[in-house]
């Protein structure tokens, strides 16, 4: 049964608390340790200056007393310790918070790559980085207000109430009781004011964030047709809702901070009115009337970074209401993982572990899918084999399903119907990443990173060989290209690989598919993007690396599939013809047409293009 979604709060405090090392509990410790003594000693501080004003207000000749210098070193050493505390306290916490932000960004990060596809398609990038962001942000405002603000607050509130008993003046205990019910209704207000609009600050900033991400990554369609105007209004609007959310912020914050400097100037009149009177009257000491007034002075000011950590506690908790719906997203279902930690999924299969590393047989065993309840399905009823070592091939018109089997094939959606067997294994029955070990992709769109080239052929595999990554390269035909690069495998290729051409990119994706020795290889529209003469090249290359291990051919273009032991085509999710390429021309039906109608297209006499 899924647990129930986890409050902001919780949320904070359950990462917190889970990714706390013991260097970094150890740091917190000695930052709170720190927080208290410094409290304790500014607590004590006025206590000091009371006794020296009462001594030089009796008898100015003690001044240059024995007694007296102690007293003095003794203030100025209460103040230099509670400096010298407060910066260590600083260091040491932001040593332990810079550890935590790592690992919870970490854990962040990790949280995202595990959510499903189908929940990854539906946010856009830029505004899950903007959450993160904020989310992370909100969480160092709490803890470092948790730590060092409340706790410390309580002990100086604790001493300075301490001393005022002990030195006959809690007459005055009232004034400061009253005065903190009064900050505390004043910071209510100012953080209700302000809780609406920080979390509209936060999506604002969230989506602009989004629209920022979605203009620039489609820069060049914007060159193409001279849209940068229509790229500046549309993220202008953003910023201008932005600004305007922060105006209301602002706004608010600016009047709940009249308010409590308001109750600020009140209790402090009353305060030092009431003292002035008892001096007068001889009810207490200029020194009592010294401590007294710090007191006030020293109590507003605990009481105003309480007030201030409970608003901007209020903004954190707003950022990390986003955080928390993200994390509370279902993570990627392995039930075969499930299964190994003694969970339930609701159509039980035998668990393996692990099955033998082989060019295996693949079987769709009346698959039916679809992407949404609503829609029509992608799949329908869909069966068919590749022999361990075989090659088949499927083709159709755009939309007829054919990504859908890959997507089904890394089970990073699962069917509505039927199964899907490797080596007569159910995926399902099998720990997702031992799955996909065991298939290479090889897409359309290579989807190469702003890294070296060696590390974009080895990418997760870990693979510290060189003579794998050099036979991989040379498989692929892209090792006498990158001997002539400047840094050779240590070239950078820039954002999704624009240093390199179409080609040469696919010779990428080939080579880091051919360095996994897959038990199955899918070739998914490898060439489509391609010119005739490159995509001849790259589909002998494909040959040559899929020698012997079974294989998957999905393509648009007839020319990928002519070789293949077997041709399926789709129309609607379901197959309509199947054979080789000889008897599918030989029966003059779907597959002949859309033949017919690639040999036509002005590629023709290099290679068919999609109908």
């Not at 609009?197 to 602009?208: D, K, L």
């Not at 990073?412 to 995926?427: A, F, K």
Request: hydrophobic share 45%; net charge positive.
């Amino acid at each position: 049964m899924r647990d129930k979604p986890k409050t902001a709060f919780a949320t904070a405090a359950t990462l917190i608390w889970r990714e706390s090392d013991l260097f970094i509990r150890v740091r917190m410790g000695l930052a709170l340790a720190c927080a208290l003594a410094s409290a304790a000693l500014l607590g004590l501080s006025p206590l000091l200056l009371k006794l020296l004003v009462d001594r030089f207000a009796t008898d100015p000749a003690q001044a240059a007393a024995a007694s007296t210098l102690w007293l003095l070193a003794a203030y100025v050493l209460s103040q230099a310790l509670s400096r010298s505390l407060g910066e260590l306290r600083w260091f040491s916490h932001g040593a332990a918070e810079q550890r935590l932000v790592r690992h919870i960004s970490t854990h962040l990060f990790e949280h995202l790559l595990a959510l499903p596809l189908r929940i990854q398609r539906q946010r856009q990038s830029g505004s899950m980085v903007q959450i993160l962001a904020n989310g992370v942000m909100g969480l160092r405002t709490l803890l470092s207000h948790l730590s060092l603000t409340l706790v410390p607050v309580v002990i100086e509130f604790t001493t300075i109430a301490v001393v005022l008993i002990q030195f006959g003046r809690a007459d005055f205990l009232p004034i400061f009781a009253v005065s903190m019910v009064l900050y505390v209704l004043a910071f209510r207000v100012s953080v209700r004011g302000i809780t609406g609009p920080s979390r509209a600050v936060s999506s604002a900033q969230v989506e602009s964030s989004a629209v920022l991400q979605d203009l620039l990554s489609n820069g060049e369609t914007l060159k193409s047709f001279n849209a940068e105007p229509y790229a500046q209004a549309r993220f202008g609007s953003r910023l201008q809702k932005t600004e305007n959310d922060w105006r209301m912020f602002y706004r608010n914050r600016a009047r709940g901070g009249l308010l409590v400097a308001s109750v600020f100037i009140l209790s402090l009149a009353t305060t030092v009115l009431f003292a002035a009177r008892l001096v007068a009257n001889g009810g207490m000491s200029v020194g009592d009337f010294v401590l007294v007034s710090a007191y006030m002075l020293q109590v507003v000011r605990p009481l105003e970074m309480i007030g201030f950590a409970m608003r901007d506690i209020g903004q954190a908790l707003a950022n990390l209401e986003l955080m928390a719906g993200l994390l509370n997203l279902p993570r990627e279902v392995d039930h075969a993982e499930d299964k190994e930690e003694g969970g339930h999924y609701a159509h039980a299969m035998p668990f393996v572990r692990s099955i033998e590393r082989k060019a295996g047989e693949l079987v769709f065993d009346d698959v039916t899918f679809r992407y949404e309840a609503e829609r029509e399905p992608a799949l329908r009823n869909l069966s068919f084999t590749v022999r361990a070592g075989g090659t088949v091939g499927i083709v159709g018109t755009t939309g007829s399903g054919k990504s859908s089997i890959t997507r089904l094939l890394l089970r990073l959606y699962d069917p509505d119907q039927g199964r899907i067997l490797l080596d007569d294994v159910d995926l399902r029955a099998l720990p997702l990443k031992r799955l996909r070990d065991r298939i290479a992709i090889v897409p359309q769109d290579a989807g190469l990173f702003n890294e070296t080239i060696g590390k974009n052929i080895l990418l997760r595999q870990g693979n510290s060989d060189f003579g794998a990554l050099e036979h991989a390269a040379k498989l692929a035909r892209i090792h006498d290209l990158i001997g002539t690069l400047p840094e050779g495998f240590d070239t950078v290729i820039g954002e999704r690989g624009v240093k390199l051409s179409g080609g040469e990119r696919q010779r990428v994706a080939i080579a880091r598919a051919a360095l996994k020795h897959p038990s199955l290889f899918v070739f998914d529209e490898a060439t489509s993007a391609l010119d005739a003469t490159t995509e001849r090249e790259v589909l002998n290359q494909l040959r040559t690396v899929a020698m012997g291990t079974t294989s998957l051919i999905i393509a648009h273009r007839l020319s990928a599939v002519t070789e293949a032991d077997q041709i399926l085509v789709l129309e609607n999710g379901s197959v309509v013809e199947r054979g080789t390429h000889t008897s599918l021309l030989r029966d003059n039906g779907r597959y002949a047409e859309l033949w017919e109608a690639q040999q036509k297209s002005p590629r023709g006499s290099g290679g068919p293009v999609a109908a």
